[in-house]
């Protein structure tokens, strides 16, 4: 069994790569929880890994987008290591760009990218056209 500072000092970061950890409290039993994902599942991994959390914790497709949920004190140790801090609603607007696109994309474009792809989906349904032409 690997100890933590053996983890920890075999975790290396890819440029370009990242991790984030949403600000969502969530109760779980005597625990707050939030989210932690990341641009790939390796990088993913790497950062459980680093901070201690169990591989059997992460939550995978086809049932939930790829994360896990980690206790805040998990979430401290993740930042330490380097995990980007968002918002729950950029963390929900960058799963929903990754089930389209295939990839997380930045946070501070996630909730306009989401209304972008949103009002492209409106304008391209039938019941949209017809309300448009009449007007």
Known sequence: ????????????????MAVYVDNMRASYGRLIMCHM??????????????????KRW??????HDSHYDIALSKRA????????EITWR???????????TGEL???GESEEWVQKHLAARANRRPETAAIQESQ
Do not use: F, Y
């Open 77 to 84: 140790l993740a930042v330490k290591a380097g995990a980007i």
């Open 105 to 107: 994309g930045p946070p």
């Open 90 to 100: 950029q963390c929900g607007c960058m799963n929903l760009r990754r089930r389209v």
């Open 58 to 63: 992460h939550q995978a497709p086809p049932k």
């Open 37 to 54: 994902v990341a641009d790939t599942d390796e990088e993913l991994h790497a950062m459980a890994a680093r901070i201690g959390v169990a």
């Open 1 to 16: 069994m690997l100890t933590w500072w053996k983890r920890w000092a075999g975790w290396k970061s890819k440029p370009g």
